[in-house]
């Protein structure tokens, strides 16, 4: 799949992860080459990171503050049954099955920050497969009744190249 911001963390991230408790424990889902898992250990998080590319991980496992996980998050077993994190990134990744279990692997206060590619971006490139394109408002009615929304948007984007994505940044809370 097409990288939106390439090696640069996305500035939503940048934006959102201030959120999350200092120090806290951070899951970057389908992590790539690791440019979300730098950025939020060198901003002092404890990172654990997740991808089916073992090629990918072996240049971020030598990182202070981060273990890596060689997962298939789609095909296999989830890895994260008794986890607890303060902090899940995902971005420029969608598999629907994952999210009721991210919910459940956030702890109360927890932080989701989520950002992928929406319907529309088959107009524009790549990933154009419906099963990879959030249908219009889906990240927010996920959260309804889960998340508290601290903040949500789905908008053309212009990075490296222009994209239709919807992100959001939401806490789990009690009720």
Not at 30 to 38: D, E, F, Q, V
Not at 86 to 91: A, E, L, M, P, S
Request: proline share 5%.
């Amino acid at each position: 799949m097409d990288s939106l911001f390439v090696s640069e963390p996305s500035e939503w991230v940048v934006r959102y992860a201030p959120h999350i408790r200092p120090g806290g424990l951070i899951l970057d889902v389908a992590c790539g080459s690791g440019r979300h898992t730098r950025f939020l250990a060198e901003a002092g998080f404890e990172v654990e990171a997740v991808d089916r590319d073992a090629g990918a991980l072996a240049g971020i496992a030598v990182l202070a503050g981060v273990t890596v996980r060689r997962a298939d998050l789609e095909n296999g077993p989830w890895p994260y049954r008794n986890a607890a994190f303060d902090g899940i990134v995902v971005t420029n990744y969608l598999h629907r099955p994952l999210f009721a279990r991210l919910f459940n692997a956030l702890k109360m206060g927890g932080v989701l920050i989520y950002e992928t590619f929406s319907e529309g971006n088959e107009l524009l490139g790549r990933p154009r497969n419906p099963d990879h394109l959030l249908k219009s408002g889906e990240l927010l009615e996920w959260a309804e009744g889960r998340l508290e929304v601290n903040a949500y948007e789905e908008l053309c984007v212009i990075y490296k190249k222009r994209a239709i994505v919807q992100r959001i940044c939401a806490t789990k809370v009690a009720g």
